[in-house]
């Protein structure tokens, strides 16, 4: 079991290069089940996600090369349309699998994704639009069995803006006889770099980024090779880390209109962030002042996969700022650890209310998730002494190397295995 040792705290200074998104790599590697050929991903990140990812591809059939940050996959030989349940355990997010399988193969068996550190994952979403696309559907002992002849194509509306229903639905009708239009669709970026791979393949999708996406089905794909856009939720770790310890930073590669309700919100606290062509430059001089309330909604509103983070920054800032969290149910698990480093805080259903206190002091402590891990590393450099955090397989999932990344801008941060 490995551990992350940090001694604060030390302002941060010096750059950072972004690397690509988690939440935008994944479905492309989906995607790359559909065109039967050759998938040149760059800036893909080395992941534990994107490591599980991998496995799934060869156990359908796919050949994986992953070396720089570059994967590159052949789907040419898939020979499986099942994905077993050790590996749907891995990544419950594997769920997005379903629509580019039954899109190759015309049918495809998953386990049923449960529930996850977050509380219920229901994919109700994404199994109504699949029967109303005409794709049978059994569900039994856990499992979860698709069969289409025809996808039917045709006007699908989303009760919720759901992220991972809505690429589904896409994967599914990209190759199809027909125009599908989803509306109410997620407006997510990482939806409208999932259009943009599709379409490098073929595809003939418009409208990602807005609430509503047309789908105009093709006959066939063909090979293709894309960058993966920046992951705009490493970014504001690193500029949430910033404005919680001090200190100055450029993000090398950011693009702060994807992380504007973030940076409204911290600039209204005190820091200063200003896009310079393709960097965003972070500074913070002074203790930051709270915020008027923090409530988690679907892009463009504050994403609830920034409030751990963002509640360690406000854990220390002067003032009471009240955190709501409206998307997942079981979202405050870093609070009791936040408390245990000398936070004020109090939670009462989906409501938190933060107290800023001038410092907090390291502790030892535990990471319950992926998000609510980073928070605690952002507590940690900004506490006094050392702070150990367990369970950071947790932080893998979405942190290529955290350690080394906090290293390079100053802080005293290393991993331990025991
Ligand atoms: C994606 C992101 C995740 C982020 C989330 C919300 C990926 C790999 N993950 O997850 O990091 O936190 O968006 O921005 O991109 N829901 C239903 N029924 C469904 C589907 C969803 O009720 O069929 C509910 C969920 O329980 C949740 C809300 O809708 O309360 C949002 O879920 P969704 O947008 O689907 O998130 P994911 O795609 O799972």
Redesign the pocket.
């Known amino acids: 079991m490995s551990k992350l040792i940090i001694n604060g705290p030390k302002k941060l200074e010096g750059e950072i290069d972004l690397y690509g998104a988690?939440?935008a790599v994944?479905?492309i590697m989906a995607a790359t089940v559909l065109n039967g050929g050759k998938n040149v991903i760059k800036n893909c990140p080395s992941l534990a996600d994107v490591h599980s990812t991998f496995k799934i591809l060869e156990d359908l059939g796919c050949t994986v090369d992953y070396k720089n940050r570059i994967a590159i996959i052949d789907s040419y030989g898939i020979n499986d349309f099942c994905i077993k349940e050790n590996l749907m355990r891995e990544m419950?997010?594997s769920?997005?699998f379903l629509g580019a399988i039954i899109a190759r193969c015309r049918k495809a068996v998953i386990s049923y994704p449960g529930g996850c550190e977050?509380?219920?994952?229901?994919?109700?979403?994404?199994?109504?639009a699949f029967k109303q696309l005409g794709v049978e559907i059994e569900e039994s002992h856990g499992y979860i069995s698709c069969k289409v002849d025809k996808i039917k194509p045709q006007n699908l509306h989303l009760f919720?803006?759901?992220?991972?229903?809505?690429?589904n639905i896409m994967l599914l009708s990209t190759i199809s006889d027909g125009e599908t239009i989803i509306t109410n669709a997620?407006k997510?970026p990482?939806i409208v770099d999932l259009q943009n791979y599709l379409n490098s393949m073929g595809a003939k999708i418009t409208g990602a980024g807005s609430e509503i996406i047309s789908i105009k089905g093709v006959k066939e794909l063909h090979d293709t090779e894309h960058s993966v856009m920046p992951d705009r939720?490493v970014a504001s770790t690193y500029i949430c880390a910033t404005a919680c310890c001090g200190g100055e930073i450029v993000l090398k590669n950011a693009n702060s209109l994807h992380m504007q309700s973030i940076l409204v919100l911290l600039r209204e606290a005190g820091i200063n962030a200003e896009q310079s062509g393709k960097n965003l430059n972070i500074s913070c001089k002074k203790r930051l002042t709270s915020a008027s309330a923090i409530k988690t909604m679907?892009?463009p509103g504050f994403?609830?996969?920034a409030q751990a983070i963002t509640m360690s920054v406000f854990s220390k800032s002067i003032g009471t700022t009240v955190f709501v969290e409206n998307?997942?149910?079981n979202r405050f698990k870093h609070v009791e650890e936040l408390i245990r480093m000398g936070a004020d805080i109090t939670v009462d259903g989906r409501v938190a209310v933060i107290k800023g206190v001038k410092n907090q002091l390291g502790a030892s402590v535990n990471a319950s998730d992926l998000r609510g891990g980073a928070a605690l590393v952002i507590a940690g450099l900004g506490a006094l002494g050392i702070t150990e955090i367990s369970n950071i397989h947790h932080i893998d999932r979405g942190y290529e190397n955290i350690e080394s990344e906090f290293s390079k801008l100053g802080a005293d941060i290393y991993r331990i295995s025991e």
Do not use: Q
Request: proline share 15%; aromatic share 8%.
């Open positions: 988690k939440n994944l479905p419950r997010s769920i997005i977050l509380g219920p994952r229901p994919i109700d979403l994404h199994l109504k919720f803006p759901s992220v991972g229903a809505t690429e997620a997510e990482e939720i679907p892009y994403p609830t996969d998307m997942f149910e």
